[in-house]
C-alpha cells in the first residue's frame, strides 16, 4: 500500500518539503486501510523508502502499529536499488527474528 494515494514523485525536485507535507496530511488514510486490514494491530509493518521511513514510523508507532524498520531505511527498489532492498529488509527482517529468539530463549529459562 502507499503512504499517499497522490504521486508525490511527480512534484517539483524543490518542492522536497511540499512531498513530506502531502504524506503527513493524507497519513490518515492509509493508517485507516491499515487499521481495517489488521484491526488489533497485531500484523506488523515494514516501511520501504527512506522518506517514508522517516515520516510514517513515528506517526505509526504513536498509533499503536508495530513497525519492524526500527529507524532503519530500506530503499525503494527502483533505479538499480533492488540489491539494495534485498539487503535491507533482509536485516530488519532478520533483527526481528534475533530479537523473538532472544525473547523466547529468556522466557524459557524462567
Known sequence: ????????????????????????????????????????????????????CQILEPLLSKDGFTVLNGGSAIYFPSHGRQTDLRNQFGAVISAQVCERSMNADDFMSR
Open 1 to 52: 500500500m502507499d503512504a499517499t494515494y497522490v504521486p508525490v514523485d511527480k512534484l517539483a525536485k524543490d518542492a522536497g518539503h511540499d512531498r513530506d507535507e502531502v504524506i503527513v496530511r493524507d497519513y490518515p488514510l492509509p493508517r485507516e486501510d491499515l487499521a481495517n486490514l489488521t484491526p488489533a494491530r497485531s500484523v506488523p509493518v515494514v516501511l520501504i523508502k527512506p522518506k517514508v
